[in-house]
């Protein structure tokens, strides 16, 4: 079996006397989505951060293609080929598309201070790059601020492709977004896989996880309620653990259980005693 490219086992974080993330354990392999949900609080972000370079983790290890690292900054994870896609996507909305997909590494012509941004070679990149991930824009020099949610999320992603990036990973890439640009991103999202990358999507939605998804990480107030392959876990399944299971089937008896109300006894009839009858009427005078 080869090297995953990620790797944590028992990885915790502490805020101070917070434990943020205690005991998680995945896996993230080459052409595999590893999906990790959870609802607000679980620790989700916490488990990005660590494994983006943000944050770096105070128990368990961190494995890089089977090497132990503690990784110190962002641009030290984009060196060994991890890439993140954070929920601002990180772009500037009044820059042209192909601004945006070079930014901070722009192709330049000359030499030394007079150098300046080739505009021409970088358009062309990013168009070609677009196309290749199934991307087609009306032009590239239309500001990215005019692009739908999905689009910017594509843009994102095919740009996280281009730069080499060997494990890409999507905090919440669907949050904000409708069915119809959801399944967009998560087309773009396969898309990414089959090129043998390995994708860690961060979501709430088993709906959207489970399509594109080769293994679920659960996670709960920072721990880890299971790790599971795709043929081991049904969607229903997956949505019961994450939606609290227990808790709600517990929640859902309580709801249904009859509650003795006390019946209203039937009020009592009254007897009314009849009128008396009128006397005869007297005849009348000649």
Same mark, same amino acid.
């Given at each position: 079996?080869?090297?995953?490219?990620?790797?944590?086992?028992?990885?915790?974080?502490?805020?101070?006397?917070?434990?943020?993330?205690?005991?998680?354990?995945?896996?993230?392999?080459?052409?595999?989505?590893?999906?990790?949900?959870?609802?607000?609080?679980?620790?989700?972000?916490?488990?990005?951060?660590?494994?983006?370079?943000?944050?770096?983790?105070?128990?368990?290890?961190?494995?890089?293609?089977?090497?132990?690292?503690?990784?110190?900054?962002?641009?030290?994870?984009?060196?060994?080929?991890?890439?993140?896609?954070?929920?601002?996507?990180?772009?500037?909305?009044?820059?042209?598309?192909?601004?945006?997909?070079?930014?901070?590494?722009?192709?330049?012509?000359?030499?030394?201070?007079?150098?300046?941004?080739?505009?021409?070679?970088?358009?062309?990149?990013?168009?070609?790059? #677009?196309?290749?991930? &199934?991307?087609? @824009?009306?032009?590239? !020099?239309?500001?990215?601020? +005019? $692009?739908?949610?999905?689009? /910017? *999320?594509?843009?994102?992603?095919?740009?996280?492709?281009?730069?080499?990036?060997?494990?890409?990973?999507?905090?919440?890439?669907?949050?904000?977004?409708?069915?119809?640009?959801?399944?967009?991103?998560?087309?773009?999202?396969?898309?990414?896989?089959?090129?043998?990358?390995?994708?860690?999507?961060?979501?709430?939605?088993?709906?959207?996880?489970?399509?594109?998804?080769?293994?679920?990480? #659960?996670?709960?107030? &920072?721990?880890? @309620?299971?790790?599971? !392959?795709?043929?081991?876990? +049904? $969607?229903?399944?997956?949505? /019961? *653990?994450?939606?609290?299971?227990?808790?709600?089937?517990?929640?859902?008896?309580?709801?249904?259980?009859?509650?003795?109300?006390?019946?209203?006894?039937?009020?009592?009839?009254?007897?009314?005693?009849?009128?008396?009858?009128?006397?005869?009427?007297?005849?009348?005078?000649?």
């Amino acid at each position: 079996m080869s090297t995953p490219l990620l790797e944590v086992r028992e990885v915790g974080k502490r805020f101070g006397g917070v434990i943020a993330l205690s005991d998680v354990s995945t896996t993230v392999n080459a052409g595999e989505v590893t999906c990790v949900l959870g609802d607000n609080g679980a620790g989700k972000s916490t488990l990005i951060k660590i494994l983006a370079g943000a944050h770096p983790h105070d128990a368990g290890e961190y494995l890089v293609e089977g090497e132990p690292v503690q990784l110190s900054s962002p641009r030290e994870a984009l060196d060994r080929g991890i890439a993140t896609v954070f929920q601002d996507l990180a772009v500037v909305p009044l820059m042209s598309v192909w601004r945006n997909f070079f930014l901070g590494s722009e192709p330049r012509v000359g030499w030394g201070p007079l150098s300046m941004i080739d505009r021409g070679r970088a358009r062309e990149v990013t168009r070609k790059a #677009l196309a290749d991930m &199934g991307i087609d @824009l009306r032009d590239v !020099e239309q500001p990215v601020g +005019t $692009l739908s949610g999905g689009e /910017r *999320q594509c843009v994102a992603i095919a740009r996280a492709v281009h730069f080499g990036a060997k494990v890409l990973i999507l905090d919440e890439p669907t949050a904000a977004l409708g069915v119809k640009q959801a399944g967009v991103v998560l087309r773009y999202v396969a898309q990414a896989r089959d090129r043998g990358l390995g994708v860690v999507l961060i979501t709430h939605n088993p709906h959207h996880a489970y399509p594109v998804g080769d293994r679920f990480l #659960l996670l709960k107030r &920072g721990r880890s @309620l299971g790790c599971h !392959e795709k043929r081991d876990i +049904t $969607l229903a399944e997956l949505t /019961r *653990q994450m939606a609290g299971g227990a808790e709600l089937e517990a929640l859902e008896h309580e709801l249904r259980q009859e509650r003795v109300v006390p019946r209203p006894s039937s009020p009592t009839l009254e007897t009314v005693p009849a009128a008396p009858a009128a006397p005869p009427a007297r005849p009348g005078r000649s």
